[in-house]
Every structure is written in structure tokens, then in C-alpha cells.
């Protein structure tokens, strides 16, 4: 890795760990189960949908995956908390919240990206 890369790479990564901290900052629970996480990785997962189709419709310089994809996407989205808080409930006994908290981290993710990916494809193709 260049060294302007690994600065922009830096960059993205700060900016992206300083909105995930606001977002975690203050935890919304609904019915035992922590959301902040959840939340930050759909808004990452989206996000990042969001720019797999605008890096190459806009065929971008491969320097934005670094800031974006990798550093701010990165960097904001959650999955080490994210295993933490699945082990946290398993070792408390709450297998269904366990499981619960896994199907929407992951498929909500998926569909973030997706949701994401199609949003942008039709502002595409409308403009």
C-alpha cells in the first residue's frame, strides 16, 4: 500500500469509527436486545451498496475504495461488537434473542446492501 492511500484508507477509517461511536453512544434497546449495533451495520451495509454501484457506474479511481469501502465502511460498521453481543446473550441464556439478533444483523445487512444497490440504480437511471 502507497503511503497516500494508507492516509486516505486512515482518514475514512477515523471518520467512520467517530459516527459509529455517536451512533453506539447512547443504547436503544427494544424488547432486551441492544439496536445500535444493528443499526450501524444496516447503515454501513447501505452505504456501501450505495457505493459499489457509483464506483462503477462513475467508473471511480480505486483510491475511493480505500477512503470509503474499506476505511469508512469499515471502520463504522460493527461485526467484532456484533459476535460480542451474540456471545453475551448466549452466555446469559437468551438463545432466542441470540438468534434473533443474528437474522436481523445479518439478513437486514444483506438487504441494506441490496436496498442500497437498487436505490441508487434507479436515481441512475431516472437522471
Known amino acids: 500500500m502507497k503511503g497516500f492511500e494508507f492516509v486516505i484508507l486512515g482518514i475514512g477509517a477515523l471518520c467512520g469509527a467517530f459516527l459509529r461511536y455517536k451512533i453506539v453512544e447512547y443504547p436503544i434497546v427494544l424488547g432486551g436486545l441492544t439496536l445500535n449495533v444493528l443499526i450501524v451495520n444496516?447503515?454501513?451495509s447501505f452505504l456501501l451498496g450505495v457505493f459499489s454501484i457509483?464506483?462503477?457506474t462513475w467508473?471511480?479511481?480505486p483510491k475511493y475504495s480505500f477512503f470509503f469501502a474499506i476505511g469508512f465502511c469499515g471502520s463504522l460498521t460493527t461485526m467484532s461488537s456484533f459476535a460480542l453481543e451474540v456471545n453475551n446473550l448466549l452466555d446469559n441464556k437468551q438463545i432466542a434473542l441470540a438468534a434473533v439478533n443474528?437474522?436481523?444483523?445479518v439478513g437486514l445487512s444483506i438487504l441494506s446492501v441490496l436496498g442500497g444497490r437498487v436505490l441508487v440504480s434507479i436515481l441512475l437511471y431516472v437522471i
Do not use: A, E, H, T
Not at 443474528?102 to 444483523?105: G, K, P, R, W
Open 42 to 44: 444496516i447503515i454501513g
Open 54 to 56: 457509483l464506483s462503477i
Open 59 to 61: 467508473n471511480l479511481d
Open 102 to 105: 443474528v437474522f436481523m444483523n
